[in-house]
């Protein structure tokens, strides 16, 4: 009798059970990469691909009529992505597209003009390409219009952002734009071999270190080159970031978005406090304030 209950247990178990959706990162290894497809974009403003590691077709266009968008679309200022899966599974697929097709940005949530299934956009590569993530629930046909401006807005304040670190020698945080608080990571609760995890990549972390002037102060964590002899640094791992420490791990921060502004004016504080080129990058910026 025993025996029975527990196999009918289980049973219900293996039936109730959700099945956990696959996840295909594809990232470059897809042909809209290819010096080919950009030529061919750049000069007829369309191109398409089907992709080798799932059934799915994707085409980029500079006016509705590339993608099959019936209606009154302004198409200056914005070019289009169509999105075209043919298969039954539920997965996450992501891969990037080189920034001739379109400048990188932040963007969550971007609805679809046609379908029901939005996509993220998040630059990689430091702006070289962008990030397109999408959930798709079976067969997935969508079409979404990218506005150029956005993309330019991110151009120049990822420019600008450059040009204090050259003139500085101060690393800014990643600014993305939301206003989340801050999620913390206690000191000493990671090292090499115990890693802390934190389910983004695209996230902004910081840790705390200690100041010129004696304070502390929070720094981007930098990616790992070689764990054993780095501070803190972090690495990719699929859907998730990994953070490691090789001294006595310092106190981590992090949040999915933040506040521009308010993070801006933070860092700026932070460098005219702290380090004489900041004073004088930024003193001649605001008036040697």
């Not at 959706?21 to 950009?38: E, M, Q």
């Not at 939301?178 to 934190?198: C, L």
Request: proline share 5%; hydrophobic share 35%.
């Amino acid at each position: 009798m025993l025996r029975q209950l527990v196999l009918l247990v289980l049973a219900a178990t293996l039936v109730t059970a959700p099945v956990a959706a696959t996840t295909t990162t594809i990232d470059t290894s897809h042909p809209l990469t290819d010096d080919a497809h950009v030529e061919t974009f750049e000069s007829e403003g369309v191109t398409s691909a089907a992709f080798a590691q799932v059934d799915l077709n994707v085409t980029v266009a500079e006016d509705h009529d590339g993608v099959g968008l019936d209606g009154f679309y302004l198409d200056t200022g914005n070019v289009y992505l169509r999105l075209d899966y043919d298969e039954t599974v539920d997965r996450t697929i992501r891969f990037y597209l080189p920034s001739e097709y379109f400048a990188p940005r932040v963007q969550r949530t971007l609805e679809p003009k046609r379908g029901n299934t939005p996509v993220s956009l998040t630059p990689v590569r430091d702006g070289e390409m962008t990030a397109v993530s999408i959930d798709v629930d079976g067969q997935t046909d969508a079409t979404y219009a990218i506005s150029t401006a956005a993309g330019g807005i991110w151009s120049i304040r990822s420019s600008a952002r450059e040009k204090a670190e050259n003139q500085t020698g101060w690393e800014f945080p990643t600014l993305a734009g939301g206003g989340e608080q801050w999620q913390y990571i206690r000191a000493g609760s990671y090292s090499t071999s115990s890693p802390a995890r934190i389910n983004d990549t695209s996230a902004t972390i910081q840790y705390e270190t200690s100041a010129p002037d004696g304070g502390t102060q929070w720094l981007p964590v930098p990616e790992c080159d070689d764990p054993s002899t780095q501070a803190v640094c972090s690495l990719e791992e699929q859907n998730a970031t990994i953070i490691m420490s090789s001294q006595d791990s310092p106190r981590i921060r992090y949040k999915s978005s933040t506040d521009l502004l308010s993070d801006l004016g933070g860092a700026i504080n932070d460098l005219r406090q702290t380090d004489d080129r900041a004073k004088d990058f930024f003193g001649s910026l605001f008036g040697g304030a």
